[in-house]
């Protein structure tokens, strides 16, 4: 398994700013993930974040809104650019560490709150 | 396209009972499932991971069942206790590292 941490755990943020949000993991991974989970919604994929290489981003997200950075084996971030109330969600991170099952693991998560 | 749907999506239930949670999918073409745990305002914890040669998994009360075929999964839980409320997602991975979502099972366990 793997411990993963996220900073900030929750924020308030007005509309046209924009967040970072990192996530840690204590072990070094292939790769590392970004979820969105919308109040009273499931989660979707935004993106799965490679080392050393640009960030694979699902249908309906793009890089200018949510870039991602992944400088090493063991941190990512995502950036949520020019906020508007419809980005309030909980923004997870995730990592798949065995490389053959593809078991996921999960940070606690970040909550934004958009004003 | 890949659909997840979980019934029911919420379920009340006395402390004790034994009960089960369902998931389906549309494309029998999956890695594995994986079911989760979500605590209110909470990151997601792992509970069984099924890889797609296997049928079942256990852990614990706990007891996850896969039948690609029919794109149909069960989560079961033993002796239920209001320590098991939170919401239970069931994810497929479609393809190598991603994964879809269902919807969710809100569960209260009553004390």
């Known amino acids: 398994s793997a411990v993963i941490s996220q900073k900030p755990s929750r924020d308030i943020c007005q509309r046209g700013t924009s967040l970072t949000i990192q996530c840690q993991v204590d072990?070094?991974?292939?790769?590392m993930f970004w979820y969105r989970q919308q109040p009273g919604q499931s989660l979707t994929l935004i993106a799965t974040?490679?080392?050393?290489?640009?960030?694979?981003?699902e249908s309906g997200f793009v890089i200018d809104k949510f870039p991602i950075s992944r400088p090493n084996l063991t941190f990512s971030t995502l950036t949520v650019s020019n906020m508007s109330p419809e980005d309030s969600s909980i923004y997870l991170c995730?990592?798949?560490?065995?490389?053959?099952?593809?078991?996921?693991?999960f940070g606690p998560g970040t909550r934004l709150t958009v004003t | 396209k890949q659909e997840v749907t979980q019934i029911p999506a919420a379920l009340s239930v006395p402390e004790g009972e034994n009960l089960v949670l369902n998931c389906s999918f549309t494309?029998?073409?999956?890695?594995?499932l994986q079911w989760f745990r979500q605590d209110p305002g909470k990151g997601l914890t792992s509970l069984l991971l099924?890889?797609?040669?296997?049928r079942e998994q256990t852990s614990g009360r706990l007891n996850a069942s896969l039948d690609k075929s029919s794109g149909r999964s069960t989560l079961y839980i033993a002796a239920s206790q209001p320590g098991d409320s939170a919401t239970y997602l069931c994810?497929?991975?479609?393809?190598?590292?991603?994964?879809?979502f269902g919807t969710g099972t809100r569960l209260k366990v009553l004390a």
């Open positions: 974040a490679n080392q050393g290489s640009e960030a694979t981003y």
């Open positions: 994810a497929v991975a479609v393809g190598t590292y991603k994964y879809i």
């Open positions: 099924i890889q797609s040669s296997q």
């Open positions: 072990s070094q991974v292939t790769m």
């Open positions: 995730s990592v798949e560490i065995s490389g053959f099952s593809y078991e996921q693991y």
């Open positions: 494309d029998s073409a999956i890695y594995n």
